[in-house]
Structures are given as structure tokens and as C-alpha cells.
């Protein structure tokens, strides 16, 4: 791996990661090369860069993704692009991609077209180990809690209370559901547990929202794996393993510097699920990025419903930084599909209808755009809507978009072609986001935490996914309760539904209304910082499709690694 | 991580690893940087650098283990450190520590007192990553076999035959036994599996034994993972996911380059086990290795019936390289303890008798040390024993030993002190190890490859072990036949057995004679290229002690790794 534009499809030429590295003022000592594209920055760097003056801080959403993709990652990789085109320094915050999906369905998550991140096919596989550090320690933790259990030590855990379950990076839907323990030698506790994927882990969660090392420590040391037989919260802290787990998270939470095809610096950081978690790259390397440049964009998973409101709850509460603007990215395509007139099946060929012109279908499609710029105008931030263009949109259906857009309260609304053009392609876009960005704003989070649960959770179901009431089941009724009794009650709330729906439901397209938001159950990420509220099916541990994407990955006899898009 | 001699117990200065690899003549497209202080060395060196002359080849083994610890790997350390002092180019191969004994009872596996490999706590955690690909390659495999089962894809598996399990890089007893696939969502196959430590892998014995990139991708896909229901082998290859493993592997398979705290460049990279696997560091690395220095030093497991067999029967073999000679390390109070006149139990202090001079003792136990002279004489090679002292050994204990080495044909027997004293506590083990490979050697397989399985291991068990007789459990005779009709028949043995003796019997100490060598099973590692006989328990998946390592492990503000030791 990592030949100079082995995997670059854009501009071929790489920086050596010294040269970005000195490009963003950071002297030798702020980071380690880890190959000759990649580092890692070190820990304190944040503090160290204090009295540089702060960048304007970019968010890029979406409406409720759509089988066909609606092209948010290069959006965003193009944005920032576009953004040093002007002349603006710009970074790029990114996720990390998890193994799972490479080798299963999705294939790689380094961006796509002119709009990559290089070096793509270390970015896809290992990097820089990050996500192999999560699972170490998620892992370390479960096997810690059964030695724990076997030796009968003290706080004693109810076996049956025990939440905390291994993971792996991989698709493999047969450790779902596993019974440990078996046989008797070498005597272990018999368990019914399971594994999750690492992304999903509440160790990665943690590492995207710790702000320093000591507080990741501290993360850590509140994770609640289970209860005692007296019901009390049994944390890490008290089985004694905070520090192997630091130990092995310590480089883990050092941002990983890489560059776009274009040569544009990304910090490309942690990769926690959008649902049971918050979806967002790292808050370190966000503090770091806004010292480094003018302007930093950064990515939340899924739509404005999921990770834009995770984003400014979750994240930025926890950071302190306040965006300057949201970008919200959707396509023509997506938006004829939100109008429920269509049907597409992955793997199948897009029905002919969908691809012809059809204004009718787009206005009725619009209201999920009209509910998502809605959304992050509740939390006072000035939006610019970008419209990726595919090479065959009708130009009649882009207008009437930017019409909508702007009728809607956008303060832009601007068609990119990144995908096929690279930064030149979102000049207009990164035009309108710096024009928006100069702007002053009123900034707000959506609720206090002084609120109680419920009225959180009923907040963020009435005002942001449009339901007219909550129910809650007898489960998470009793799970809301004993929360608030333990302490935890002001903890922000992190909804794990659909992506697919501004409701629970997938198949409610456009903007639903009138629904009644169920609430299955309510789980604790005591170390995150967060409770998850559980609304409808989220699976944790996928399983291969029919056809892996693993059955198509090669290597030359190079080393060089084909097949991985 | 990382500091400049962070964890540097010796010379504190390190050298940043561009120094190293200039020192080695190698230029700046020949490795690439993991940090300031180890590299990646580049696919295809060895080739490269094939006009360069040959180093000095040798081998560093060890007397059975005792609980004691015999210090083999800080004897190699302190040799190559010597020969650098000497003023030869000299560069040291060592397996790669895993993450299990970190955290579990032994600790770090980067050598000790002043014979450490640096940076320790980089080495000891994630290193480059070389582990977490074995794991994930290996699990990739046994995700793709059970949706290969699930879809009933072709050549049809028989579940019952399946031998490829999932790996952990941690001690997790739970996991040793498992029942995968519970519940119906998502549908998987129910199977009785378990969990194995990635050291115990064939993916690790593969990627120590392939001799570079194609190599690799071969073994890979002539792993068989089971039987069809015509007890045909159903290979990699056939399973289609031998690219995606090669991809994950494709890193892995590059040696890195460290230094000790004495600055001598090390090579350490992979790290299979010495029982069911062969034990030793990987040949890629002494391909490169020999190319570069004037001398290699390589430390192969457990002792000479064990590691040093399976270096010369099974790693020699596939590599080409031929050793000029061994260096057999051994204490005072490790020879006592072979004579069965004490009992030491691991975390009680020891005897007070074992520590006082006892040359009787000495002398009964010495059968134990002319056992290993002889076994490494049969291959032909001059041996060179390395008597390891502690401070308060008596000196005519250590005369003794240096007596009945000579006597039993030695060609040299040196008393070092590398551990308290660094390179200069060996230089006359260093002095002696140049002399001895100086010399023209006859060097030796133990068996050819055509001979029978069963004659393969009788030639073991009696020339190595000194057996009298061979016997097999029937089904270890079924496994016999089967593995010779399907042509498996002219692969080497790796014979399973305790290091703890030269028998079966880890209880039988000094020189069992008259035994009867029971073999269990056999099994294969068709991608490896070896059968294992299994001879006694082998535990692939151990559990943690009562108090684990890693309840000792912290970071501190910095992130420095305390406690690792």
C-alpha cells in the first residue's frame, strides 16, 4: 500500500503528509508520520495552538438518505475542497470507515468520483488502527467482567444484568447471539451474550467525545457494565481496568491527518454509529482543526433528523464549539423518491420513471427537504442547501429546488458536481457557505439537560421528526425511571430510529405527521455521556450479504489492493 | 506514546528510525515511518538487495523452560548488542509480543534490564498493527464460512467438519467455548465453535512463513477449512475470499524495523505459537535481515526440542537460509530445577535450598543441557551455550556448567550478564558465537519430506525427545491415513507437546528416557504447510489470572504507559 496515487482517481499527486503538516503551520514535534501519507497528531495539541484565532465551523447534513445515496461525504470532501480553491485553509473532519462494510455491502468510505480521501485503501482497511484499539478494549472489558464474575469479586454482578458485549469490525450475523462459557475447561461464567460491531461500540462513542486524555480516562472509568444484586450501577472504575483500557486507547484518540485527492488537509477521526450512538467524528480533532484553519467541515451521519441534531446536542454540547453554518445536501433523485411515487431495490436497476423529468414528483418530495431545513432552523443556524447533481438531472428540477430551497427559508441554495469535477465543482457552494458563515447567528441547543427524560425525548420526537405524541413502553417507562433515580436523568438523549423516515417507521417517506413516536426502550452509555432511547429495529450486528464485497478484493503482485470500490 | 526514551530502562538516547535505517545502508524507498521510532520495511527488499553479501546466520535457543524464566530473549538482545559493540553490522529478529500475556500474567514481551527493544510500550500494545490484521483476516475467513453455510453456496460445507475458528488477541476463557448463531435475527447457523489467541492462528503461522506477497496469497487459499460431505478439503480458494485476507494482510507482511536500547537495529515481526505452530519470527524479515548486517541473530521458542526443531526442520526449509550456529542459553538455577529436587510455584518466593551452591544439583540437572547439545548437534551446527547469570550465582555452580558444556561437545560456553549490563555483559558470549559460525558447519534437516507421517514424528520423538516408542489414539492413526491420501503426507510435523519437558510429561524433568510418546490428533495447516501432531493439552484460548496484568496498567497525564512491566 501507500505507492504515491496508488488509489488516487482524482488528481494523482500526493503530498507527503511532512508537506500538509507544514502547510497547516504544525512544526515536527505536533505529529508522527505513520507511512509517508499519513499521521497521527499529538496529544495537548489543541491547548498548544490556543491563541491562533478560530475558524468558522462548517456541519454538512442531509435529508433522510435514500438507497440511492445522496453523495454527503463528497459533498462535504468537495466543500472543503472548494474552500482552499478560494483560498480559504481549510480541514476536513470525517469518520473513520469501519472494516464491516468494505467486506460486506457498501464498500469503502473514503469518498468516491473526484472527491477521495487518499490514501484510500489504508483509510478503508487498517488505517492507523484506531478501530482495532476500540475493539481491544471493548473486548479487554468483557473478558475482565467474566474473571470478574468467576472469582466471585467485589461489587458481586447480577449476571443477568450485564449489558456489556464484545465486538469485532465485521459483518458476522452469526455472533449476534452467542453462549460463552461452555464445556469446562477452561472454567468460565455460561453467559447468553453477544457481539456488536466495533462502530457500535459505547468505547467508540467515548473516543469521539472525550475532549482530552484525561477526560477519555474518565469516560471510561464511568462506563456502567451492569448492576449489583442491590441494583447499583457497577463501573469500570470499580473492576479496575480503566488504565489498560486508556493504555490501549491512548493513540487511538490522536487524530489521524490525511489529505483529499486534492491535496486538501482531513482529519479523518473515530466512526461511532448514527443511531445508538451520535454518528460524529471526534471533538479532539475538531478543537484542533478550528486552530489550524479558517474554515473546518465536518460531517454528521445520516439525515438532519439523526446526525445534524446529535451534532449540536450531543457533540457540540460536549465540545463547546459553535457552528457557523449547516450544509444540507440532497439530490433531485432522492427527493422524486421521498415522494413515495417510486420504488427502488438495491442491486436492481432504477425504474425508468424516476430518471425522467417530473416536477410534480419533486415538489411533492420537497417537504423532506422543507422538514429538514426546518429542523436546524429551530437550532438558529443559517442553512445553504446543496444540490448534487448527477449528469443527467433535468435542469428544470434543479431550478425548482433551489426555488423551493429558498422559498423554505435557505439561505442558499446552490447545484454541486464534485463527484465528477472535484473542488471546481462546488466553487458556487463554498461561495454561498462562507457568505452564510460571515454572518452572525443564533446558535442554540434544542433542550437543556435540566429537562426531565421523557420531556427530551418527547422534544426532540415533536419538534424535530414532527410526531404528535410519544409512547413509551412498560420497559422504558421503568428504564426512565430508574435512570432518573441513579443520577442520570441530565444526561443528553440519543435516539436510535430509522434513518430512513423522520419517524420510526422507514416506510413514511416525505414528512410524516399525526404519528405516535414509540419508545421501546431506554439504554445507558454512562461513559459516552448519553442515554439511548430505542425506537424500532437497530441491528448491531449485521450479516454478510449473498454476495460480499469480499469476494470481489484483491492484490496485485504489488501489493496493490484492487476491487475495494 | 513514542517520547524519545520514554520506556528506555538501558541507554536512554534512541535514535529515530530514519538513523536506523540509514545505518543499514537502506534508502529512504526501502521502509516507511510508524511514529519516530519504528518503520515498515517496502515488499520486495529482499530481492533487491540480493547482490549484497550473506550475513552470519544464528539461531538463539534454551534448555526446557522452567518457571523461573531462563532470559532467552534478553540473551539474544544482549548478543546482537555485543556483536554491534564488536563493531560487526548486526541485526536481531524477534517475534512479535501479543496482547494476551500483557494483560493476562506475564507482561511485556520486549526483553528486560538492559537488553530491551524500544519504543517497549509501542511494541508490548498495538505495535504496527500486524496483530489486529492476523485477527481480522482470520475472522473475515470464519464470517465467509458461515454465510458460505447459510446460502448453501458450492462446494456444500459439512458443518461437522469444521475446523477454522475465530481469534482474539486477549485471554478470554468465555470464549474458548462457544455456541454462535442463537436466536433467528439475523439468521445465522447454530454451531459449537470457539475462540483461539491470534498467536495461535494459522493466519499468523502463514504470514511467518510465506516468503513474500504471491507466497502469502498461495498459502492463503490452501487453508482448508473443512470437509464436504465427500471428505474432500474445501480450501480458501474455493470460498473465494483469499484476496479480501491477502488485502487485510498485505502490511502485516512487512517486517518492522525497531532498535534496542543500545541502538542495534531489530527486525520483529510476526508472532505464531511454539506448539501447535513453529515458533519463530518470520522469514521474510531474515530474508531482508541477512542482506543487511554482517550478523542476524534470531531467538526461536521454548527450548531446543521445541523452537529450535521447528527452526531448522520447518523455517530453514521453507526459507532456503541455513544457521552457521546456535547459541543454547541456560541458568544455575534453571539446571537445579531440572535435576526434580525442587518444587517452585510461580508468585511464591523460592526455595531457600535452590539458592545455595549445590553442584550435585548442578550436575543432575546438567542431563537437561546435554540433551539440547546433542539434539542441535544432530543437525550438524556448533553450539555455543550462554550461561545466563544472576548476580548471586555462585561462580563455581557457573564453572561447572561451563565444564560439562565443553565436555559435551560445546564448541564454546560463556558466561553472560546482559541483563544487568547491556551489550558489554556479552561480549565474550558475542566473541565465541563469531568464532563458532567462523567455521564450515554440516548442517541438516532432521527427516526428508518423503518420509511417512509416522516415521516423521517417530524421528522426532526418538532422536529429539528421546522416546522409545511412538503411540497414536485411533484417531490420530484415521487422521494419519486420511492426511496421506490426500496427499498432505510430505509436509513437515509440528509436533503440540509441553515445553516444560523434553517427554510428553511436562512433570518428567531432566532427561526422560524409555517413554512412550502418545500423539493425540493430528491435525493440518495446509496453508502454513505443516501438520501438528497434538501430544497432551494445548490451551489456545487461556483465561486471565485472579489478578490480571492489566488491573496494573495505567496512563498518565501525558499518556505515558505505566505499569506495563
Not at 489 to 514: E, F, I, M, N, W
Not at 533 to 539: F, N, Q
Request: include cysteine; hydrophobic fraction near 40%; charged fraction near 20%.
Amino acid at each position: 500500500m501507500n505507492q504515491p496515487g496508488q488509489s488516487v482517481t482524482g488528481d494523482p499527486g500526493l503530498q507527503e503528509i511532512d508537506t500538509i503538516a507544514e502547510q497547516l503551520r504544525l512544526n515536527r514535534n505536533d505529529y508522527e508520520p505513520y507511512g509517508r501519507y499519513k499521521a497521527k497528531l499529538v496529544h495537548g495539541l489543541a491547548e498548544r495552538l490556543n491563541d491562533r484565532s478560530q475558524a468558522k465551523y462548517i456541519g454538512v447534513t442531509a435529508i433522510n438518505p435514500t438507497p440511492l445515496g445522496e453523495g454527503k461525504t463528497v459533498t462535504a470532501i468537495g466543500l472543503a475542497m472548494a474552500l482552499s480553491q478560494l483560498g480559504h485553509t481549510t480541514i476536513g473532519t470525517l469518520r473513520e470507515p469501519s472494516l464491516a462494510p468494505v467486506f460486506g455491502i457498501k464498500g469503502g468510505g473514503a469518498g468516491g468520483g473526484k472527491c477521495t480521501l487518499e490514501p484510500q485503501a489504508d483509510i478503508n482497511l487498517h488505517f492507523t488502527g484506531d478501530m482495532h484499539a476500540v475493539t481491544a478494549a471493548t473486548n479487554l472489558l468483557a473478558s475482565i467482567i467474566d474473571n470478574h464474575l468467576k472469582r466471585k469479586k467485589s461489587p458481586q454482578i447480577n449476571p443477568a444484568t450485564i449489558t456489556w458485549k464484545r465486538v469485532l469490525d465485521l459483518c458476522d450475523r452469526g455472533l449476534a447471539h452467542v453462549i460463552t462459557g461452555l464445556d469446562q475447561v477452561p472454567q468460565a461464567p455460561l453467559r447468553e451474550t453477544g457481539f456488536e460491531l466495533s462502530a457500535a461500540s459505547e468505547v467508540m462513542a467515548i473516543l469521539a467525545l472525550a475532549t482530552d486524555l484525561a477526560d477519555l480516562r474518565q469516560r471510561l472509568g464511568r462506563i456502567v457494565v451492569g448492576m449489583t444484586y442491590e441494583k447499583q450501577p457497577v463501573t469500570v472504575e470499580m473492576l479496575g481496568c480503566v488504565g489498560a483500557m486508556a493504555a490501549l486507547l491512548v493513540d487511538a484518540l490522536r487524530p489521524n491527518l490525511v489529505q483529499s485527492c486534492e491535496q486538501t488537509p482531513f482529519l479523518v477521526h473515530t466512526g461511532p454509529f448514527g443511531n445508538i450512538a451520535h454518528g460524529n467524528s471526534s471533538i479532539v480533532a475538531d478543537k484542533i482543526a478550528v486552530r489550524l484553519a479558517d474554515y473546518v467541515v465536518t460531517e454528521s451521519g445520516f439525515g438532519a433528523d439523526c446526525g445534524a441534531e446529535k451534532f449540536f446536542d450531543i457533540k457540540c454540547r460536549s465540545s463547546g464549539l459553535k457552528p457557523d453554518a449547516e450544509v444540507l445536501v440532497c439530490t433531485a433523485r432522492a427527493l422524486k423518491l421521498q415522494s413515495g411515487l417510486f420504488e427502488v431495490h438495491p442491486g436492481k436497476p432504477l425504474p425508468a420513471a424516476l430518471l425522467e423529468e417530473n416536477l410534480d414528483a419533486i415538489r411533492a418530495g420537497a417537504v423532506n427537504l422543507k422538514a429538514h431545513l426546518d429542523i436546524i432552523c429551530q437550532y438558529g443556524l443559517p442553512t445553504v442547501v446543496a444540490i448534487n447533481a448527477f449528469p443527467d438531472d433535468s435542469q428544470k428540477e434543479l431550478a425548482e429546488i433551489q426555488q423551493i430551497a429558498l422559498e423554505q427559508g435557505a439561505s442558499a441554495a446552490v447545484v454541486t458536481d464534485a463527484f465528477a469535477r472535484g473542488g471546481q465543482g462546488s466553487i458556487a457552494l463554498a461561495e454561498a457557505v462562507v457568505k452564510a458563515a460571515g454572518k452572525p447567528n443564533q446558535f442554540q441547543y434544542l433542550y437543556p439537560l435540566e429537562m426531565s427524560i421523557a420531556d427530551k425525548i418527547k422534544t426532540i420526537a415533536t419538534k424535530i421528526y414532527g410526531a404528535a405524541a410519544v409512547e413509551y413502553d412498560p420497559k422504558a417507562q421503568r428504564q426512565i425511571q430508574e435512570y432518573e433515580q441513579l443520577g442520570y436523568g441530565r444526561l443528553p438523549v440519543c435516539v436510535a430510529k430509522t434513518q430512513y423516515s423522520l419517524s420510526h417507521d422507514p416506510k413514511l417517506l416525505g414528512r410524516p405527521q399525526g404519528f405516535t413516536f414509540p419508545v421501546r426502550d431506554l439504554k445507558l452509555s454512562a461513559g459516552a455521556g448519553f442515554l439511548y432511547a430505542l425506537c424500532g429495529e437497530i441491528r448491531t450486528m449485521p450479516g454478510l450479504p449473498s454476495e460480499p464485497a469480499a469476494l470481489r478484493i484483491d492484490i496485485d503482485e504489488q501489493g496493490k489492493i484492487t476491487g475495494l470500490q
